[in-house]
Nanobody, 116 residues
Framework: QVQLVESGGGLVQPGGSLTLSCAASGFSISNYAMSWYRRAPGKERELVAVISSAGGSTNYGDSMKGRFTISRDNAKNTVSLQMNSLKPEDTAVYFC?????????WGQGTQVTVSS
């Protein structure tokens, strides 16, 4: 059974850090581009970061550049998102996605709340 499970979300104060993890099972992520998306209340889903299958290329949403870092460990079948200097506007449900067109898999999401 193909599955992506996110973890690491929670409540953090502004300026704080969190690391999200996404564990894949039922398939190997090594041939998939992996990405993180988020959906904030009342807003559309937006791309947070994407990393190529071999990890040699990354891209970030404009508001995440310089603060977030995506990484992957194909041997462990996991992808991570290090988030620093968090802001209240980063509050959202964060989703992991594996994509190798036309196939795509989504996780269920993990809540990140940035508040004092």
């Amino acid at each position: 059974q193909v599955q992506l499970v996110e973890s690491g979300g929670g409540l953090v104060q502004p300026g704080g850090s969190l690391t999200l993890s996404c564990a894949a099972s039922g398939f190997s992520i090594s041939n998939y581009a992996m990405s993180w998306y988020r959906r904030a209340p009342g807003k559309e889903r937006e791309l947070v970061a994407v990393i190529s299958s071999a990890g040699g290329s990354t891209n970030y949403g404009d508001s995440m550049k310089g603060r977030f870092t995506i990484s992957r460990d194909n041997a462990k079948n996991t992808v991570s998102l290090q988030m620093n200097s968090l802001k209240p506007e980063d509050t959202a449900v964060y989703f992991c996605k594996a994509e190798r067109r036309p196939t795509g898999y989504w996780g269920q999401g993990t809540q990140v709340t940035v508040s004092s």
